[in-house]
């Protein structure tokens, strides 16, 4: 079996084998949330110019924004979106999908001055290929481009509601 570490570093890498080992570890559900907290403190800092308190509160919405993401991806890619020979479960996208946050942990460097938000940038672009690959590999799929479809109506309805959350939080704050 593959260390923590290099299942992060295959992950980033986007090594197949390495979605496909995290798919199938039923006991990895504990490491692919340590690299979503990770990822989410890094980006929390990295937004924040360091702050700790910011880094928290990265590393909770990346919990909740994992389990809704991999929830609404396994409902669109297992029962909307299905290829013969798709047979996942919710755990398998919880895993692959975690191990996708990996190139996340780089957006700490958002913290550095002029060149921190491209970064960051590239960072999420990385991150969104790696999402790609977990999902083709949970899903079984036989094509990228099924999978990569998935995960943009996963990530439009992410962002609907997320928008929505926002806008009713922040009204009741505001009155």
Do not use: N
Not at 43 to 54: D, E, S, V, W
Not at 87 to 108: M, Y
Not at 153 to 173: D, K, Q, R
Request: proline residues 3%; aromatic residues 8%.
């Amino acid at each position: 079996m593959t260390s923590f570490t290099d299942r992060m570093i295959g992950a980033a890498r986007l090594d197949p084998q390495i979605y496909e080992e995290v798919e199938a570890d039923q006991t990895a559900m504990g490491q692919a949330m340590a690299v979503v907290v990770i990822a989410g403190v890094a980006a929390g800092i990295g937004a924040a110019r360091g702050g700790l308190g910011a880094g928290v509160i990265g590393g909770l919405a990346a919990l909740v924004g994992w389990f809704i993401w991999a929830g609404l991806t396994y409902y669109i890619g297992a029962k909307v979106m299905p290829e013969p020979q798709t047979q996942a479960d919710v755990g398998q996208l919880l895993r692959t999908i975690g191990f996708s946050a990996a190139p996340g942990i780089l957006k700490v460097l958002g913290i550095l001055p002029v060149l921190g938000g491209i970064l960051v940038f590239l960072a999420s672009v990385w991150q969104l290929a790696a999402m790609v690959i977990a999902v083709r590999h949970a899903l079984d799929y036989s094509s990228t481009g099924r999978a990569a479809l998935v995960c943009l109506i996963g990530f439009i309805i992410y962002m609907v509601v997320t928008l929505a959350v926002i806008s009713v939080v922040g009204g009741a704050v505001a009155g």
